[in-house]
């Protein structure tokens, strides 16, 4: 493979510092006349004519193979220059491994190219990380002292509570009552309930009702009340048995 002789697009100028538009480079072994081949390409496949003419902008590009002896003229014969190139390095003391790494155009590019950064990476990639010793348990906080206790609140509520059956829930503030529970009537379809805690005044109002069927309510007294189910299946009185019932009572 060759190596650019001359940096690529080189602008070769006269004595007037004009572009060498039409120029002629000959090229030839150093110290003869003997003629050098040179190639448009690093894959020597395309020669350049001896002498290489030169662009409308006085450029080439030239690929050679090791040291050379440059005459360049005018496109009128009028010579430039006549001297001797020597390459920074020649080809035939870097192998063609290493040439495209001389060609890098950066440094990770090098790297790249010889590689070292996937040899990094695997490297890296192979680390087995020892787990380090446990360190010492640090020392055991003092618990800080308790605080002081909030003030007492008032009662949140006037009301008592008793649940059970039959039960009841009262509004201390208003003596307002409401008593609950659940029983069964006879084999008439009658039942009479007391109110376990009783009702002071009037104002009773009681709700009975069933799994099947509303039940009647009737003798409400401060004490309790009759309770007849119906039953809308057989359109009159039940009377087929004991049936349950829930009951609630409102007064005061």
């Given at each position: 493979m060759?190596?650019?002789?001359?940096?690529?697009?080189?602008?070769?100028?006269?004595?007037?510092?004009?572009?060498?538009?039409?120029?002629?480079?000959?090229?030839?072994?150093?110290?003869?006349?003997a003629?050098?081949?040179?190639?448009?390409?690093?894959?020597?496949?395309?020669?350049?004519?001896?002498?290489?003419?030169?662009?409308?902008?006085?450029?080439?590009?030239?690929?050679?193979?090791?040291?050379?002896?440059?005459?360049?003229?005018?496109?009128?014969?009028?010579?430039?220059?006549?001297?001797?190139?020597?390459?920074?390095?020649?080809?035939?003391?870097?192998?063609?491994?290493?040439?495209?790494?001389?060609?890098?155009?950066?440094?990770?590019?090098?790297r790249?190219?010889?590689?070292?950064?996937?040899?990094?990476?695997?490297?890296?990639?192979?680390?087995?990380?020892?787990?380090?010793?446990?360190?010492?348990?640090?020392?055991?906080?003092?618990?800080?002292?308790?605080?002081?206790?909030?003030?007492?609140?008032?009662?949140?509520?006037?009301?008592?509570y008793?649940?059970?059956?039959?039960?009841?829930?009262?509004?201390?503030?208003?003596?307002?009552?409401?008593?609950?529970?659940?029983?069964?009537?006879?084999?008439?379809?009658?039942?009479?309930?007391?109110?376990?805690?009783?009702?002071?005044?009037?104002?009773?109002?009681?709700?009975?009702?069933?799994?099947?069927?509303?039940?009647?309510?009737?003798?409400?007294?401060?004490?309790?009340?009759?309770?007849?189910?119906?039953?809308?299946?057989?359109?009159?009185?039940?009377?087929?048995?004991?049936?349950?019932?829930?009951?609630?009572?409102?007064?005061s």
């Amino acid at each position: 493979m060759a190596n650019l002789l001359l940096p690529p697009q080189l602008q070769f100028i006269d004595h007037d510092g004009a572009p060498l538009a039409g120029g002629k480079l000959f090229t030839y072994t150093p110290g003869t006349s003997a003629e050098k081949a040179t190639w448009q390409d690093a894959n020597e496949t395309i020669f350049w004519t001896n002498p290489i003419i030169l662009d409308d902008r006085g450029a080439a590009a030239i690929y050679g193979d090791g040291d050379y002896r440059l005459i360049l003229e005018d496109s009128d014969g009028n010579q430039i220059f006549d001297t001797s190139t020597t390459e920074p390095l020649r080809a035939d003391v870097i192998s063609a491994v290493m040439l495209p790494v001389v060609g890098a155009q950066s440094l990770q590019q090098a790297r790249d190219l010889m590689g070292v950064s996937q040899a990094i990476a695997d490297a890296l990639g192979a680390v087995n990380l020892i787990k380090g010793p446990t360190g010492p348990t640090g020392p055991i906080g003092v618990r800080g002292p308790t605080g002081a206790s909030g003030p007492t609140g008032a009662s949140a509520s006037n009301t008592e509570y008793h649940a059970g059956n039959p039960g009841w829930w009262r509004d201390n503030t208003s003596s307002f009552l409401v008593q609950f529970g659940f029983g069964s009537t006879d084999g008439t379809g009658n039942a009479h309930q007391n109110f376990p805690v009783p009702f002071t005044s009037g104002n009773i109002i009681v709700l009975a009702t069933s799994d099947l069927a509303w039940a009647d309510v009737n003798g409400i007294t401060p004490t309790g009340f009759d309770c007849t189910t119906a039953s809308p299946l057989f359109g009159g009185r039940w009377n087929g048995g004991p049936l349950g019932f829930y009951w609630l009572a409102l007064g005061s």
